[in-house]
């Protein structure tokens, strides 16, 4: 999953982005509203991570142009100003949910967690794909009940697929869904990562659409 985070704050964003990045998210990092912006039209985002006071453009206002344009990705503010007012107005622009600093990094992946679950459509934290299920809170991954062990990228890959059942992605979004900026992706990184999950996890969960990309099927 592709997080934006825009914080200015230097300490606050280097530790969000490390700490999310460990937790397996991808995550690109902008510290003023209007990079944010050019952020969100250049590239598909799961969820923006929304700091109110910005340089160059607020918080909110990022946060109201983006709704006007109808766009319905997630938005969890991140904020030092916990007044009531405050977390009103931005729940009331558009955001999901709000966040004040300083908050743990643990609260914040698992309010990432719950907004990425209603976002499509689930309330049970556990992916159940037949045989298969996919927890992506402790990362755990089990077959007919057996432990299987997948490294960060795998999980990666099965999660994003596995989230949307039935949903064809092509090795382009995936790409996009497991690196942000800063990462070169080997052309045929998507297919290692594919030929990986099928022999841990047998070839029936990731089906090849030819020419179009990848998918889990609703029943595997
Ligand atoms: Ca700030």
């Given at each position: 999953m592709r997080l934006l985070l825009v914080e200015d704050d230097t300490m606050i964003g280097e530790s969000v982005q490390t700490g999310l990045r460990q937790d397996g998210f991808a995550v690109d990092w902008v510290q003023d509203g209007r990079a944010a912006e050019l952020a969100l039209e250049t590239n598909p985002y799961d969820m923006l991570l929304l700091d109110?006071?910005?340089?160059?453009?607020a918080g909110l206002d990022v946060l109201t142009a983006l709704r006007r344009r109808g766009a319905s990705l997630p938005v969890l503010i991140l904020s030092a100003r916990d007044a009531i007012a405050d977390r009103v107005q931005g729940l009331d622009a558009g955001a999901d949910d709000y966040l004040v600093k300083p908050f743990d990094l643990e609260e914040l992946a698992a309010r990432i967690r719950a907004l990425l679950r209603r976002q499509s459509g689930r309330a049970d934290p556990v992916l159940q794909v037949g045989s298969l299920s996919i927890d992506p809170a402790t990362h755990q991954v089990s077959l007919e009940g057996k432990s299987i062990a997948l490294s960060a990228r795998e999980f990666a890959l099965i999660h994003a697929l596995a989230a949307r059942p039935g949903v064809v992605l092509s090795r382009a979004q995936l790409e996009e869904k497991l690196y942000g900026w800063g990462h070169e992706v080997e052309s045929n990184t998507v297919e290692v990562y594919v030929h990986s999950l099928r022999r841990k996890?047998?070839?029936?969960?990731i089906r090849n659409v030819r020419g179009v990309g990848y998918m889990v099927p609703k029943q595997a």
């Open positions: 109110l006071g910005l340089p160059r453009k996890l047998g070839t029936e969960f």
